[in-house]
């Protein structure tokens, strides 16, 4: 079974209220996800732009510390300094690059996991001088009766990965940057090996190798160390560019699935998965030669950012796994796939 929601796209940009006024909302994606008393919970990434009628003029939204609010810097759109191909940055010859829109986490409720009641406020949103661009792609681990929430925080000093724990998805505790710039798709293990807690990470890497996947060990949670490379790209395949940890891994009677992202050259996001030894998550048996989800549907293919579907979270079921995943940087959709089907498309 492999078998994308009928309903998808399930969450759509105009199924959410923007959270600043005289903004709008760019894309609603890349939840991560959980159970909570019964329900399944989204925690979404939702992008927002300041509303600017101008075309003459380009808008980076940051988060002020000192005023502890956003506020706008404006660039003259045809000022030859900067670079405003990419309608995501605007890039500096001699400047710090900017982001032009500013993401936020925010949860969403749901009985059946397909109809979702979503708060019309941020959970988490830009808090410190590590967040000013703001926070995205939230992954969650739940470990006895606490939920671990670590996502990305962007800002000039590059990307951080930062950690917060919550009991009750109403507060949350900042446990601070747990990976240093630049790094981000950190998933960390539902449980210990050997006294230790592990987490997948992606570091950005110098001209001399490409973004592979590395595993790191911690005794608390925060302080992460005993780095090592675990799974690169792949020369003409799907994974050909870049990998990363997409869903938190999960035990299966063979091992830990991880079902990790891959992009092509082209920007071509698919995912897929990894068999990883279930005493030594160091180890990975098996991966997906194909994909087990690649865009083909028009909300994958056109959007903000189109051709990607990418995943921060799934759930376990008793022989299926349903993954929510962002589509084109735009929406939300998901996809349940059996456990006999993911097995299937491993190979050595």
């Not at 399930?10 to 959270?19: C, N, R, T």
């Not at 630049?182 to 592990?198: E, L, M, Q, R, W």
């Not at 699935?257 to 992009?263: L, P």
Request: net charge negative.
């Amino acid at each position: 079974m492999n078998k994308k929601c009928e309903k998808n796209p399930i969450i759509k940009v105009s199924d959410l209220k923007p959270s600043l006024e005289n903004y709008k909302i760019l894309g609603v994606f890349n939840p991560g996800v959980t159970e909570y008393r019964g329900k399944t919970v989204l925690l979404m990434r939702v992008a927002e732009v300041p509303i600017n009628d101008d075309p003459s003029k380009v808008i980076a939204p940051i988060y002020d510390v000192q005023k502890k609010r956003i506020m706008l810097r404006e660039f003259d759109a045809n000022d030859k300094n900067y670079d405003f191909s990419d309608r995501r940055v605007i890039k500096s010859k001699h400047d710090k690059c900017y982001l032009t829109s500013i993401s936020h986490l925010r949860l969403g409720f749901s009985d059946n996991g397909f109809d979702f009641e979503i708060e019309d406020k941020p959970f988490i949103q830009a808090f410190d001088e590590y967040t000013t661009f703001g926070i995205e792609d939230p992954r969650i681990t739940k470990i006895d009766d606490i939920y671990y929430i670590s996502f990305s925080g962007a800002s000039n000093y590059g990307i951080v990965t930062k950690l917060v724990k919550t009991k009750d998805f109403k507060t949350y505790e900042d446990m601070g940057n747990i990976f240093h710039p630049d790094n981000k798709d950190v998933a960390i293990f539902p449980k210990k090996f050997s006294g230790k807690y592990y987490a997948l990470h992606r570091p950005s890497t110098s001209d001399f190798s490409a973004p592979n996947m590395w595993i790191a060990q911690s005794n608390d949670l925060v302080c992460w160390g005993g780095h090592k490379l675990i799974a690169s790209v792949r020369e003409n395949k799907w994974d050909s560019c870049r990998i990363g940890a997409s869903a938190i891994p999960f035990l299966t009677e063979k091992g830990f699935i991880e079902i990790y992202h891959g992009a092509t050259h082209d920007n071509r996001y698919c995912l897929g998965a990894m068999l990883l030894d279930k005493y030594n998550p160091e180890i990975v048996i098996k991966r997906s030669i194909k994909p087990l989800v690649e865009p083909t549907e028009e909300y994958e293919l056109k959007g903000f950012f189109g051709n990607v579907v990418f995943s921060c979270g799934l759930l376990e079921y008793k022989d299926f796994v349903r993954i929510y995943y962002g589509a084109a940087d735009d929406s939300i959709a998901c996809v349940d796939i059996s456990i006999d089907d993911i097995y299937k498309n491993l190979e050595i």
